[in-house]
């Protein structure tokens, strides 16, 4: 069982930032592979980024150069650094734990980029 706890999303101007954390109830070493997916209002849950137990990171092509994911194991937490954001960025992102097998979900943060 993993517990995850997303925290950091709010409005921002186009062009600004925001930083998202995810805190998990296990070690991160613990824990195979850790991700952040959005939702827009209307659409599906899409993929945005993933880190990899052994450190190596992907990116949907969609942030990729404007999102870093990154991940504290002392303090069993991932963020999800965002500059350069976009209104295409507004959606609640959720970060995913995959663990022997299983998905994991937090409940979610909004994260709105509007003037």
């Known amino acids: 069982q993993v517990r995850l706890v997303e925290s950091g999303g709010g409005l921002v101007q186009p062009g600004g930032s925001l930083r998202l954390s995810c805190k998990t109830s296990?070690?991160?070493?613990?824990?195979?592979?850790l991700g952040w997916y959005r939702q827009a209002p209307g659409k599906t849950r899409e993929w945005v980024a993933t880190?990899?137990?052994?450190?190596?990171?992907n990116y949907a092509g969609s942030v990729e150069g404007r999102f870093t994911i990154s991940r504290d194991n002392a303090k069993n937490t991932v963020y999800l650094q965002m500059n350069s954001l976009k209104p295409e960025d507004t959606a609640v992102y959720y970060c995913?734990?995959?663990?022997?097998?299983?998905?994991?979900w937090g409940q979610g943060t909004q994260v709105t980029v509007s003037s």
């Open positions: 995913n734990a995959k663990s022997f097998g299983l998905d994991y």
């Open positions: 296990r070690s991160i070493f613990s824990i195979g592979t």
């Open positions: 880190i990899y137990s052994d450190g190596n990171t």
